[in-house]
């Protein structure tokens, strides 16, 4: 478990913030991109830094002595949380966290002879004088009768969570280590990657979004989503698949969490997406599970069902599974669904079908404005427009300009953020002559203030001098620090023709490109002249919101009414002319 997570973790039973006792911490990496930590516990800390409220019981007071404060150095990114005790201070139910897996299941689900065992042997490695009276009052605590009453369809799931400890066939975990491929079927594990392509196709958050993976079982399907830039949280009841999954997993570490779909452990509205693939109809209580989903989805957020239809229930390999190992394996369709979701804020957007597999796409969305920015980006879409005071400037003179940008994405640009990933700036790159790279960093302009979808911003500013007379091109281009240039994703940079006059018989030109390149980009704080704060077209935001083509195709439509077909191929023809 990464510190990350516990800014999103929740007790299923209260819904109250956690807290990290007796962290056991081991050294590991991940390349999920992960933001900061606001609860991260200094090495060897035996309480961890508290939420905003904490009760005033003799619990709590125990707590407030002997909190620590978040540790200062970026810890969620280089350990994790092997073993430890999450503390609900509210409710004052204590969790388990084992082999790095945190276990948040409800009180009928949970096996408190085991877990209070497990407790008196972790709290016997911590014999911290701090933690001696915690630990008595966590181990005096017997949950009451009523914290264990059983709802409709436990039986199902306490077979699910028990089937790694009947007796298998020899290598029954073995494809969770090859997952989604198998040698044997190749047939099968391309009907698995066609399905997961219609899942990603489908979400509506962007890279570095919240995406909740739920049965993800052995989790490839989380790992896959993280290797997209996502942070993706599995959540299952088999701690088992989730150790076997974890074995393949390397370097792109997913969030996990051992719970029930029924009581999601997590805090509202921190989820930017929920995908479930071929695993939903394992669900007994799905209109309690669609109401937890509703609960922690962002508004306008979007979910994605793939499942077997309706007839799965009678196909002869579900009706043996049920037999012989009392798994739920109920279908369900679009009638059904609506059924589940009638009292919930969330609505059927669409019914479709995968294209190779036999499987139904269910795609949902949760009542809202989906707002976005940087951090977690959609659609990166600017026009830019420069001007200068001339195309000819002196050697060693600074380059004056005057920039018009706006944003015609669906994506706020931050112009601030702690770590400096998802600013958004204007950057600026160097040509020579025959359009040869000099400088990745030539500059990076700031914003002065953040810009939401279709707002305009007028700033002006003064770029490096260029010590080198000659012929050059500086490109324009919005750059979202730590993941792309807009050009990567729909936007065709601005170039601006460039002359450098001066004599350059005593100067270097190889030791000057060597020099720009080993720097950093300079940073620069402009002038802002102007600021628009709502659009001027609201045809054209209603239009083009988070679609780059619509605006290719509005603008062509323009060109069209007032010059022709002719007009609109010479433009063609110039913009392809440019750019070889």
């Not at 479709?352 to 659609?379: A, C, N, W, Y």
């Not at 810009?451 to 750059?479: C, H, W």
């Not at 988070?546 to 060109?559: D, F, S, Y």
């Amino acid at each position: 478990m990464f510190y990350q997570l516990l800014d999103l973790l929740a007790c299923p039973a209260c819904r109250g913030e956690l807290v990290v006792l007796a962290p056991d911490e081991r050294e590991r990496t991940t390349r999920m991109r992960v933001s900061r930590a606001s609860r991260p516990s200094p090495a060897r800390a035996p309480v961890g830094p508290l939420p905003g409220n904490v009760p005033q019981t003799a619990l709590g007071d125990h707590l407030a002595r002997s909190a620590a404060l978040p540790a200062s150095d970026c810890r969620e990114r280089s350990v994790e949380v092997f073993a430890s005790v999450l503390l609900c201070p509210s409710c004052e139910r204590w969790y388990p966290v084992r082999d790095g897996l945190p276990e948040l299941l409800p009180d009928y689900l949970r096996q408190w002879e085991r877990e209070e065992e497990w407790l008196r042997t972790y709290a016997r490695s911590w014999p911290d004088p701090v933690l001696a009276e915690i630990w008595q009052l966590l181990l005096a605590s017997t949950p009451p009768s009523n914290r264990t009453q059983e709802e409709p369809g436990t039986r199902y799931k306490k077979a699910e969570m028990a089937l790694l400890e009947k007796n298998l066939p020899e290598g029954f975990l073995g494809p969770a280590a090859l997952a989604p491929f198998n040698p044997s079927t190749p047939n099968f594990s391309l009907d698995q990657i066609a399905s997961f392509i219609t899942i990603v196709s489908r979400l509506r958050c962007g890279i570095n979004g919240v995406v909740l993976d739920i049965g993800c079982g052995s989790a490839w399907t989380t790992e896959w989503l993280v290797r997209l830039g996502y942070q993706g949280i599995g959540l299952d009841l088999g701690r088992g698949y989730i150790l076997a999954g974890m074995k393949r997993i390397q370097e792109h570490v997913p969030h996990f969490i051992v719970g029930d779909v029924e009581h999601i452990p997590l805090r509202p509205s921190c989820v930017d997406s929920v995908t479930s693939y071929d695993a939903f109809h394992h669900v007994p209580n799905r209109e309690q599970a669609m109401k937890e989903l509703s609960r922690v989805m962002r508004p306008g957020a979007a979910m994605v069902l793939v499942e077997p239809g309706k007839d799965h229930e009678s196909h002869p390999r579900s009706i043996q599974v049920m037999r012989e190992f009392g798994i739920l394996e109920r279908g369900f369709d679009e009638e059904n669904l609506k059924g589940y979701i009638r009292n919930t804020s969330l609505g059927l957007v669409r019914r479709d079908r995968t294209d190779v597999h036999p499987h139904d796409i269910f795609i949902l969305e949760k009542k809202g404005q989906f707002e976005t920015d940087s951090l977690s980006p959609r659609s990166l879409v600017a026009d830019i427009k420069i001007e200068t005071e001339g195309a000819r400037v002196p050697a060693g003179t600074p380059i004056g300009f005057i920039a018009t940008i706006k944003n015609v994405g669906d994506t706020t640009w931050l112009d601030e953020t702690s770590e400096g990933i998802g600013e958004v700036h204007l950057g600026a790159r160097l040509f020579d002559s025959s359009r040869r790279l000099i400088d990745e960093n030539f500059a990076r302009i700031l914003l002065t203030r953040p810009l939401r979808p279709f707002q305009r911003l007028r700033i002006k500013g003064l770029l490096p001098a260029i010590n080198e007379p000659g012929t050059y091109s500086v490109e324009f281009d919005m750059v979202d620090e730590g993941f792309l240039w807009f050009k990567d994703y729909a936007f065709q940079p601005v170039l601006l023709p460039l002359e450098v006059s001066g004599d350059d018989s005593n100067l270097d030109k190889e030791a000057g490109i060597r020099e720009r390149a080993s720097r950093s980009a300079p940073r620069i704080t402009p002038i802002e002249l102007g600021f628009d704060p709502v659009p001027v077209d609201v045809k054209e935001q209603k239009a083009l919101a988070g679609k780059p083509i619509a605006l290719r195709l509005r603008r062509m439509m323009r060109v069209l009414r007032k010059e022709g077909w002719r007009g609109l191929v010479r433009r063609a023809c110039a913009r392809i002319a440019e750019r070889i």
